[in-house]
């Protein structure tokens, strides 16, 4: 019986990627293990290996194919005395239950509504992924200011676990893009030295999960010594990496710490979602005295938004942004939680609930004003975040707004978060535990009493 | 392959010997005082003494140069004092007052210099490690012919991250001198109770760094080894561990009984093995001071030292507008 060779997934996060060649033609006999095709993911290029012998019957999916979705039939092999045409026909299994589902749905639209503060009028705009936005901006920065260099697991000559750091070795060598060994602790307080000896470090963590290791140099030694030497030096230096669950990658790998850094006075702590706010916020990072936590987000660094043409874009550390005015809630959210928080928006909307949503794009300091302003006009709050329940982001809001807007609300505040849990690794635990748009709908419905 | 001991007296004038001399002397004094204002109740929390550990300090002092860095644990007076650091803004820093190195907001284990490259005064045992093989990498990549000398205890020997920091060190060629105060104690663990191998010089091995040990109770000896771990570092050779063997005659910290130990192991390094006891006598001996010159010198650190308390008593408390500066820039 033929065989239907699918598109395969060569990463946690990927959806589709690009038939690059075929390396195979129809009529040829191919063993197990032998090099089928070349495919193109968001972050490399993967050789994709025959698991069955047979004979190439047909090559469903031209060479240079982009956005092939996985899953997707791509060649058919067959078994001695079989023909391709009626291999064809034999039913095409259904695709399985696919990333797609389990994680992020599609990007959510970006809707005419969306305040572009702070881009003058007549700004034109390029779309640009996540990652790109990221590598741009270390690469201006770097060319700005010699003692700036990048350093950490695989970002040379790998160009980054996430590819983030793609270009960076070539442009400015293995002086200024190091890669070091897999020793957290290590490179850490290495980078804090360095900034005490007059850098500016940017530390890649491959992910922030593996930060931990590294915890006692970012808090007390980088986050603490400005203190304790009465302002005559600190760390001027950013850990960045990506943060929070992926997909399908377990409990230790799949964590948001935006409240453990939020909690640390002497830090800087940045979440952005858009690839606009990543570039122009790294800037900003990099430039900072201070020791900056940049979060990324694995499931963002894909997607595309427009990023503004201005030369020297920066997005100032401290200030929440708007996406869309609105008059009976505020969402309030940061990082990969303002999908959830926009999509609601989208579809309270067709309900006729207008929400506001606000981004805060940095943790530390909180654009409290922001919030503040908005509730007082919309008396009433939702936040959205994808870290643990307890001692959460939204936990702080809650009490800030209780505090200061107290006579303005007319529900109580409601915090969506992830669940109380550490992250299951089967598809339908791990979607249970994550945040989702239905749940902030019902936690607006709960607000406005609908 | 221990440093030969240097005979003493050979070779050293007269005036280096009481440079070495007034410098080991006013760590002692100092620190002396540091722990009667203690027990007055002058100076709080945790304050580590150095007293016996002088000649590690000065002697390798005598062979850096200027533009080099250093940095240590919590046991940091010292340091701070042989750099160069003002006595009188140590000791305000070590009773909490505005005057003090870090206006009274990191107390005893916690002060810096951007001036004197002193980049602390860390807490956290062996935290310090790869900070000073940063400050190496910072050295190098600027091009600077300086290297960093990165002072931890045989207790902090233990802890991983100084292997994360030797491994990085020799890969990259940094200029850091690892300098391995080994004064037998981690707080109360001896090291035959506490380090699998004694022999902390040939820690680096592994690593490919080279390594040696040294009588940490002779100055001299101190900065001959020095010499040659600055030498390897500035020849671009890479990182050195040096080991230095000494030993604390007071207890870990102000609160330590010394249950661990002996009194009469701790008279016996008094006796016998005393750093400035040392220099002293190669002072009379060759002749280069006499007694009287001595009891001066002893009388003017003891006003420099007596200066310094009086200072960091009289110095007011942090204003209460400190509490809310210097978290960020």
New interface residues.
Partial sequence: MAIQILMPALSPTMEEGTLAKWLVKEGDTVESGQVMAEIETDKATMEFEAIDEGVVGKLLVAEGSENVAVNTPIAVLLEEGEDADSAIVAPVAAPAEVTTEVAVSAPAEVKTEIVMEDVPEGTTFTPTTVREALRDAMAEEMRENENVFLMGEEVAEYEGAYKVSQGLLDEFGSKRVIDTPITEHGFAGIAVGAAFGGLNPIVEFMTFNFAMQAMDQIINSAAKTLYMSGGQMGAPMVFRGPNGAASRVGAQHSQCYAAWYAHIPGLKVVMPYSAADAKGLLKSAIRDPNPVIFLENEMLYGRTFDVPDIEDFTVPIGKAKVWREGEDVTLVSFGIGMQYALEAADKLAEEGISAEVIDLRSIRPIDYDTVLDSVKKTNRCVTIEEGFPVASIGNHLSAVIMERAFDYLDAPVINCTGKDVPMPYAANLEKLSLITTAEVIDAVKSVTYR | MAAKKKKAGSNVSGDELLKYYREMLLIRRFEEKAGQLYGMGQIGGFCHLYIGQEAVVVGLEAAAKEGD?RLTSYRDHAHMLACGMDPNGVMAELTGRRD????????SM?????EKRF??????VA?Q???????????Q??GEDTV?FTYFGDGAANQ??VY??F??AA??KLPVIFVVENNQYAMGTSLQRAASTPDFYTRGEAFGIAGAAVDGMDVLAVKTAGEMAVAHCRAGKGPYVLEVKTYRYRGHSMSDPAKYRTREEVQKVKDNQDPIDMVKEMLTQGKHASAEDLKAIDKEIKKIVQASADFAVASPEPDVSELY?????
Avoid at chain 2, 100 to 107: A, E, F, I, N, Q
Avoid at chain 2, 119 to 124: K, R, V
Avoid at chain 2, 129 to 139: M, R, T, W, Y
Avoid at chain 2, 325 to 329: E, H, P, R, S
Wanted: proline share 2%.
């Fill in positions: 860095s003090g190195l870090s206006k009274g907001k990191g107390g916690h002060m810096f210099s951007k980049y602390g005064g860390h807490g956290i935290a490690v790869p900070i000073g093989a940063g400050l190496a990498l910072a050295n990549y600027k960093s991983g991250q994360e920091s491994n990085m890969l990259w500066t210097d978290i960020l820039v």
